[in-house]
């Protein structure tokens, strides 16, 4: 069985070597295979024997479309969806820094926004009491 990576199996497919391509299941992934001129070949990881793998059918379906397969089996006889968590490290803290970072980028956006306005020539600065006895004009009506 021949390996290919993306690179591989992209040319391959665009000379027309590849006859047919299978999604295959195998515990909770699933993995390409195909048959070529040369005989059969597995989609592998950039550089590497390690397969690609899919824990979602339909990534590995977007996948197979963007490279141009239209048509393909799907094999899901050693299919076991409950395995798909076994040896997927989980990230609890991940979440957290996550929205720290989102909070930090939406600050930098106001800072860099109100660094601007102030940068404008055609800002109009305004006393601070100007400004305190309109709020307290409009509030008063």
Do not use: C, Y
């Not at 040319?11 to 999604?23: H, N, P, Y």
């Not at 950039?46 to 899919?54: M, Q």
């Not at 720290?100 to 404008?120: P, S, V």
Request: without cysteine; aromatic residues 6%; hydrophobic residues 45%.
């Amino acid at each position: 069985m021949h390996n290919l990576d993306l690179d591989a199996f992209r040319t391959t497919l665009e000379t027309g070597g590849i006859l047919s391509v299978s999604l295959v299941a195998q515990g909770g992934f699933f993995h390409v295979e195909a048959e070529t001129r040369r005989g059969e070949a597995v989609l592998t990881k950039a550089r590497s024997t390690v397969l690609r793998e899919f824990r979602n059918v339909q990534r590995a379906t977007l996948m197979l479309r963007e490279l141009g397969v239209n048509e393909f089996s799907v094999n899901t006889e050693n299919w076991r969806p409950e395995q798909a968590s076994i040896g997927r490290a989980t990230r609890p803290d991940r979440a957290a820094v996550l929205r720290e970072a989102l909070t930090a980028a939406e600050i930098k956006r106001a800072l860099d926004m109100a660094i601007k306005q102030a940068d404008d020539p055609n800002t109009v600065w305004v006393a601070h009491d100007d400004l305190f006895n309109a709020i307290e004009t409009d509030l008063a009506n």
